[in-house]
């Protein structure tokens, strides 16, 4: 409570997670419970207790797709999960670069017949018009809003990411001071450690 009373400083609401380490198969639910803090009056002085709240988990269908996709990633050739999934993601990387360019090379060919400078082919232009018409529509509003979304959550990710790297790193630090410290006391040194 403590530690949660700290946190709110920080944040209005933190809620408390408690993860159950146990494996247990039949069950099919995330071994997970999450408090939220409640103020209650007890004994007539207002208080702070933890009350299980109930949660939903919702994904997108990227997520979704994603999670799937590293799931049933086999090892090939004594390589690991991971190099597989870094050699998929690093073939459709290169397949954005050549469709990018691509599409530039047509943009470019049509500023140039529209400016007169190539003479205008119109089965051309039908086939442009054709592919144009199967790609899907990206300038509403509701994709702006899903992809702000998920490059936010993106971010935030890489943001938890970078926190956690340096809460291990501190951690390290303050497991060489230590042992420095514990090694510097037991020969009987006073020296004082800031």
Known sequence: MHIHKALMDINESPVYVLLNPSINPAQKDLPVTIYESELHVIDGIPQLIFVCS??????VEAERISVDHVAHLKPSDGGS????????????????????????????????????????????????SSLLRRLPAIESEKFQDDFLMEYNDTLLIAYLAMFTNCSSTMNELVDKFNTAYDRHSRRGGRTAFI
């Open 54 to 59: 109930s949660y939903t988990i919702e994904t």
């Open 81 to 128: 999960a991971a190099t597989q999934l870094a050699a998929h993601l690093t073939g459709i990387h290169s397949a954005i670069k050549m469709l990018n360019s691509r599409i530039r090379v047509l943009h470019h060919y049509l500023v140039a017949m529209q400016k007169g400078e190539i003479p205008c082919e119109n089965s051309l232009l039908r086939q442009v």
